[in-house]
């Protein structure tokens, strides 16, 4: 079905800002209904955090919005997470998936928000 290549995550001060990046090759770089960012923290559940349709419908869960934006670029076929004003509660693995739970996932990028 493809491929997803992510980067970009690390270790960052609070109101800090990190930029995701997930590169994606094969089908699901063209043929897809839902591109989206899940994040895993120690002892939670796997959250989604943001989400961009076909029709380039993009949204962010309540927890993120005015800090976090989801975009991506076609022509380059790279999904992105821009993360902004970081707080420590953000601290998790970044997943990037292409259709879902039964879909196309990334390994996951480690972001690490602390002082």
């Known amino acids: 079905q493809g491929r997803l290549v992510e980067s970009g995550g690390g270790l960052v001060q609070p109101g800090g800002s990190l930029r995701l990046s997930c590169a994606a090759s094969g089908p699901i770089a063209t043929y897809f209904n839902s591109m989206n960012w899940y994040r895993q923290a120690p002892g939670k559940q796997r959250e989604l955090v943001a989400f961009?349709?076909?029709?380039?419908?993009?949204v962010v869960v309540d927890a993120v919005k005015g800090r976090f934006t989801i975009s991506r670029d076609d022509a380059k076929k790279i999904l992105f997470l821009q993360m902004n004003n970081l707080k420590p509660e953000d601290t998790a693995v970044y997943y990037c998936?292409?259709?879902?739970?039964?879909?196309?996932w990334g390994q996951g990028t480690q972001v690490t928000v602390s002082s």
């Open positions: 998936n292409v259709n879902g739970d039964r879909g196309v």
């Open positions: 961009i349709t076909n029709v380039r419908t993009a």
